[in-house]
């Protein structure tokens, strides 16, 4: 996943926890320096395999942050941290994992920022926000601050890849009705999308919910893009870009795998929270 991070040319990547599942940060630091390099701009929340080692992870991670200029995190690295970086602001929370207060920390960090670009990370889910077998293990108040703070909703955990369609509620999974499209998106006005990308290298497991295994998908018709065993997924990565086409209120995401195959594509509207 790391080569095709590089492969991709991104400017920046967002790690949404259980680096390497060998409580080892010394050899994952070292993997990142080998493919990444020492100085490329990585930020990452807490995931419940990090749990064990998380001092000497959120160490290395805070180094990485002091060699990347023009990068700032403000608060508990990784657990309630408010971080800007290129005109991106995201909040890496340890939701579920570690700490508490997030939903109010999301609250206040989103209310206190201009950007046009927002992003909530951490690593567990909802089980009505995922398609496998977790459990409930994040508050639903977490996933709201950050819709009606405009902020998209980025997760992992479960070993697979999904995404939503714009949802003016998520705890009830309503659609935009303005925005409901599979691949046009918006954040912000009360609406955002929630992803779950965690096919970064260990295990694939299958869609246990919302069958049928194609579109249109069971539940609600929340899901824009399910990518599972089910559907004979390997490893991947989702990539966002933003201010496409010299518009700062532009993006386009597409989720790619390792054998370079584009398995979702995306457009993203920004609108004032």
């Keep these: 996943m790391l080569q095709l991070v590089k492969e991709e040319g991104a400017d920046l990547l967002l790690l949404l926890g259980d ?13 990142l320096d080998e493919v990444l390099g020492p100085d490329f701009p990585v930020f ?26 023009g990068a700032r995190c403000d608060g508990e690295y990784g657990v309630n941290a408010a971080c800007e970086y290129r005109g991106l602001f995201f909040v890496l929370s340890g939701a579920g994992t570690l700490g508490s207060g997030h ?23 909802r089980s009505a926000m995922q398609v496998g077998g977790k459990p409930d293990e994040v508050s639903w108040d977490v996933y709201e601050s950050c819709r009606r703070g405009g902020a998209i909703v980025a997760t992992a ?22 925005w409901p499209e599979v691949g046009r998106l918006r954040v912000g006005g009360g609406s955002t999308f929630v992803f779950v990308s965690g096919l ?36 991947g990565a989702l990539f966002i870009e933003f201010g496409v086409g010299g518009d700062p209120r532009a993006a386009r995401g597409y989720f790619r795998n390792v054998r370079g195959e584009t398995i979702d594509s995306f457009t993203v509207r920004a609108e004032p929270p």
């Design 157 to 178: 955990h479960e070993h697979s890849y999904e995404r939503t369609r714009t949802l003016a509620d998520l705890r009830d999974r309503r659609i935009d009705p303005a």
């Design 44 to 69: 990452a929340v807490a995931g419940n395999h990090d749990v064990a080692r998380w001092d000497a992870y959120q160490h290395l991670l805070e180094e990485r942050l002091r060699r990347t200029a």
């Design 200 to 235: 970064g290298g260990r295990s694939i497991r299958g869609q246990g919910r919302c069958h049928p295994s194609r579109p249109p998908y069971g539940c609600g018709f929340e899901w824009a893009s399910i990518y599972t065993a089910t559907q004979g997924a390997t490893f």
């Design 103 to 125: 939903a109010h920390f999301i609250e206040e960090s989103l209310a206190g920022s201009d950007a046009i670009w927002r992003v909530c990370a951490w690593h567990k889910n």
């Design 19 to 31: 680096f390497d599942y060998g409580d080892d940060p010394a050899a994952w630091n070292a993997m």
